[in-house]
C-alpha cells in the first residue's frame, strides 16, 4: 500500500494543473467583458458613465442570474427623446447590434426625462436593470416582456405592464412637427421598422439597463454595489402573465 506522502506527492501537481486552469478559466472569462472605453468607441454618442455602470450591473446580474448573458442593452435616459439613446451590444463579440430612438413614458419629461417611477399608473419610465422576458402579442404587435430586478425601483414592471413595443410616435418622423419623440405610458417603445428584430434578438433573458443620474438610484441600487452585490432573488422568465397587454 503507497505512504500517504507518496499519494499525496502525486496528487499535489494534479492539483496545481487543476488550480491554474480554474484561474485561467476565471481570468479569461474576466478578459472576454468589453471595457466601457472599448464600448464607447463602438458607438461614441454614449456616456462613459453609464456604460461603466451598465457593465457594473451586468457582471453583478450575469454571474448570480445567468441568461442571455452575451447581450446587453443600455438605455440612457439622460439623452433627447429626439437622439438615438438605445444600444444594443455583442460583448462576447464587442459588435454594436443595434443604436435606435426609443421613447420614455407621458409623466417622465417632455424631450429629455426628469422624473422616474415604479409605481403603478404613474406613466413613468423606471430606472436600473431588467432581464428580458418572453414575447407576445398584444396590441402593438410583436412585445417584450421586462422584468425589473431593482427592488423599489423597477420591481413592478409586470404589475405596470412595461414593456418593449412598437410604436408609431417613436419614430424620428414625428419630431419635426412635435420637438421630440412621441410619448408612452412608461414603456421603451422603438420604431416599427426595427421592432420586430430587435425584440426577436433581446428575447428570453437578456439584460437592458436604463439609465439617469439620479442620486437615490445610484446610492441605493444592488447592482451598483461592485463585489458586494447580491441578487435578491432571480426573475421566473417563463411565467405566465396576462399584465402585459400595451
Given amino acids: 500500500m503507497p505512504s500517504v506522502s507518496n499519494v499525496w506527492g502525486k496528487l499535489r501537481p494534479l492539483l496545481a494543473v487543476g488550480a491554474l486552469l480554474a ?17 464607447h468607441r463602438l458607438a461614441p454618442a454614449t456616456s462613459l458613465q453609464a456604460l461603466r455602470l451598465a457593465l457594473s450591473a451586468y457582471q453583478c446580474a450575469s454571474s448570480q442570474l445567468g441568461g442571455k448573458g452575451e447581450l446587453l442593452t443600455v438605455i440612457d435616459y439622460s439623452k ?15 459588435k454594436l447590434l443595434f443604436e435606435e430612438w426609443v421613447a420614455h413614458g407621458k409623466n417622465s419629461g417632455d424631450d429629455v426625462a426628469t422624473s422616474f417611477s415604479n409605481r403603478p399608473n ?9 432581464q428580458t422576458g418572453n414575447t407576445y402579442s398584444g396590441k402593438h404587435g410583436r412585445s417584450l416582456r421586462l422584468l425589473g430586478l431593482e427592488p423599489g425601483f423597477n420591481d413592478n414592471s409586470e404589475e405596470r405592464a412595461i414593456v418593449m413595443h412598437a410604436a408609431a410616435y ?11 419623440l412621441g410619448r408612452s405610458q412608461g414603456c421603451p417603445a422603438v420604431r416599427p421598422q426595427v421592432a420586430k428584430r430587435l425584440i426577436d434578438t433581446l428575447s428570453q433573458g437578456s439584460y437592458v439597463f436604463a439609465y439617469y443620474p439620479q442620486q437615490n438610484w445610484l446610492s441605493n441600487s444592488q447592482y451598483l454595489a461592485g463585489a458586494s452585490c447580491t441578487v435578491a432573488k432571480a426573475p421566473n422568465l417563463g411565467r405566465a402573465t396576462t399584465l402585459a397587454k400595451r
Avoid: I, N
Fill in 122 to 130: 404613474s406613466y413613468q419610465s423606471s430606472l436600473g436593470l431588467y
Fill in 23 to 39: 484561474l485561467g478559466c476565471g481570468t479569461v472569462h474576466a478578459a472576454a467583458l468589453p471595457s466601457a472605453e472599448e464600448l
Fill in 170 to 180: 417613436a419614430d424620428p418622423k414625428v419630431v419635426p412637427g412635435l420637438g421630440r
Fill in 80 to 94: 433627447p427623446s429626439r437622439d438615438k439613446r438605445l444600444w444594443v451590444f455583442d460583448l462576447s463579440k464587442r
